[in-house]
Structure formats: structure tokens, C-alpha cells
């Protein structure tokens, strides 16, 4: 494929069906673009079902011990050869080509930056009253203040997402920063993508790369995010959902008939899969509604609970 972009993500083994299906929604919609999957404890068998894939190339990634994957995207994005690198979550799916917009300035970087609303709902374990729902806590930006020890001022008072970016390989040198801040405040032994125990870290590679946004002295020129346009988004993440391949939650049905046009068309293409996971098998959907629906309603009850005695309790730390 004679393309100036490369998509690129990692994973290890148990996300395999989650960089299945990135990659076929990328190859069926037709996205000019090489794919790197950076895989980390996959099989030759495993490796097989990527690699089938026009323009794949897999990786093998250096194996991160003790460390989350999470810590290892830079790896992977060096990787990529081309003058565009587009980072992608191994739990995103592309809806429409989205070609045309995975471009920035040379001297940029495409990102999504959240809403206050969403702030809200992130920090929310970690607000004072002092602080300002909707904001970044003070005690997270001051951490960040002090180990990056570049600026006195948040250059933002929002934070971004890294479950996709779009950027220039001129832009590495701020890659490799990212690369060297998550080794110096990150924890040595490092499981899950997030660790609730660090306010400042909660979200581990997301929130050193905020930290860097927000406290380092340069960064790349902030594009405007365009994949979160579209009805529906032009990029799907499916975040702290269940992911399709374990379960669905209410939020993330609208996409159930999408994930099967993707399977279909595979084996229309003549792609070979593993075993479809029993969320996903067409003959279990009125089953995973269900389930879906009755989870739905229990988790939208704990969190209206746990929020109000939030509420409560950050009036008196």
C-alpha cells in the first residue's frame, strides 16, 4: 500500500479480539493505511489471524515483565516508518474511512480532550472542596507541577485521551518524553491500565501524558479531534465498558449489529477466525441484552449511590 500513514496499537494476548475487530473495521472500510500490531505473549497461531490481513505487520513486542502494556505504546509507535503515526486502543473500532482525517500539522498533534463533564466523572474519586468539579484536582496538578518542573501554570484545565492520537514523526522527541516520564513516575511493578492508589497516575500512561500537555515547556500544536464527529462517531472506544468479546453494557448495544457486519464480512473475505466468544455469537444476543440491560440498571444504581456519598464525604477532606 503506497501510504504517508501508518494506524498502529499493542496488546497482549487476552485482547486479541479486540485488534481483530480493529482491523477489520479498518480493512473494511478501506482506510488507506498500514496497521503494526505490537503483540506481547501471542502465539504463532494467534499472530496467523492478524497477519492474514492486507498490509498487517505484527510485531513482537519487548516483553514488559512487570509492566502494563499501557507503558509500551511508544515502542510500538516507533515502530511505524511513515510521516503519520495514528495510535489507536486495541478496543477501538473504526465506522466509517476515516482516512481523510487521520492528518495534522507537521508540527501537531490530533487528540481528544474531554468535556467538564467527563472530568467530572474521572476525578471524581479525588476531589478536595477546594476544587472544582469539572476540573483537574489540585493535588494532581501539583504533582504533575512538580515532576515534569517545567511551567508554573496548567497550560489546560482539561485533560486529553490516548486511546487514539494522531502525529507527526517529527514530533517523536515529544514521544520519547512521554516515554521517559512514564518510566520515571510510573510504578516499577505495574499490572492493571489504571491504579487508583496515585490520584496523580490514576490512569497511568493517560495522565503522564497530561501531565507533560499540561507542565512541559514545548509541546506539539493541539489540531481540533475529528474522529469523535459522525452519528455514529467515526471512532468507537469501547473503554471502561465490557468489551464486546467478554460482554455488552447498555452504552455499547447500538454497536452490536455493527460488530456483526464485521464478522460477516470476514468470512465473506474468506478471513480465518478463532472461535467466536459467546458474547458475540449471533444465536446468544436476546441472552446478552438481557444480561446487558439487568447489569445496566444495577451499575447505574451504585454509581448514583456512590456519588452521593462522594458528594458528601469531599465537604469535609
Known amino acids: 500500500m503506497n501510504t504517508d500513514k501508518t494506524i498502529v496499537t499493542a496488546c497482549d494476548a487476552n485482547y486479541i479480539w479486540g485488534a481483530l475487530l480493529l482491523v477489520m473495521s479498518l480493512r473494511k472500510f478501506k482506510v488507506q493505511a498500514k496497521i ?3 503483540v506481547y505473549d501471542f502465539n504463532e497461531k494467534q499472530i496467523s489471524y492478524l497477519s492474514q490481513f492486507p498490509d498487517v505487520e505484527v510485531v513482537e513486542g519487548e516483553n514488559p515483565g512487570d509492566k502494563c502494556v499501557c507503558i509500551m505504546k511508544p515502542q510500538a509507535i516507533f515502530s511505524a516508518k511513515t510521516d503519520w503515526v495514528i495510535w489507536m486502543d486495541a478496543d477501538c473500532i473504526v465506522t466509517h474511512d476515516v482516512t481523510d482525517m487521520l492528518v495534522t500539522s507537521e508540527d501537531g498533534i490530533q487528540i481528544r480532550f ?10 471524581r474519586n479525588y476531589y478536595r472542596k477546594t476544587d472544582r468539579v469539572g476540573s483537574i484536582p489540585e493535588e494532581v496538578l501539583s ?11 496548567s497550560r489546560f484545565d482539561t485533560v486529553c485521551q490516548t ?5 507527526h514523526r517529527d514530533n517523536f522527541p515529544f514521544i520519547y518524553k512521554w516515554q521517559d516520564q512514564m518510566l520515571k ?9 489504571y491504579n ?10 493517560e495522565s503522564v501524558l497530561n501531565s507533560i500537555m499540561a507542565f512541559a515547556k514545548e509541546i506539539p500544536v493541539v489540531s481540533k479531534y475529528l474522529l469523535d464527529q459522525g452519528t455514529p462517531p467515526y ?4 473503554g471502561l465498558a465490557q468489551k464486546p468479546w467478554v460482554g455488552w ?27 467466536i466468544p459467546k458474547a458475540m455469537y449471533r444465536g446468544n444476543k436476546s441472552s446478552e441484552f438481557f444480561k446487558a440491560y439487568v447489569s445496566g440498571t444495577l451499575n447505574t444504581t451504585r454509581y448514583q449511590l456512590s456519588n452521593f456519598s462522594r458528594n458528601i464525604l469531599r465537604k469535609y477532606r
Not at 486511546?163 to 502525529?167: E, K, L, M, P
Request: proline share 5%.
Open 235 to 238: 471512532l468507537v472506544h469501547f
Open 163 to 167: 486511546n487514539c492520537f494522531v502525529i
Open 249 to 275: 453494557n447498555t452504552r455499547m448495544l447500538r454497536y452490536y449489529d455493527l460488530i456483526q457486519e464485521l464478522l460477516e464480512w470476514s468470512r465473506i473475505q474468506g478471513y480465518v477466525l478463532p472461535p
Open 196 to 205: 487508583k492508589k496515585d490520584p496523580a497516575y490514576s490512569m497511568t500512561d
Open 143 to 153: 504533582t504533575w507541577r512538580y515532576n515534569v518542573g517545567e511551567r508554573e501554570e
Open 185 to 193: 513516575v510510573l510504578p516499577g511493578r505495574l499490572v492493571n491500565v
Open 36 to 38: 503494526v500490531v505490537s
Open 114 to 123: 474531554r468535556e467538564k463533564e467527563e472530568n467530572g466523572t474521572v476525578y
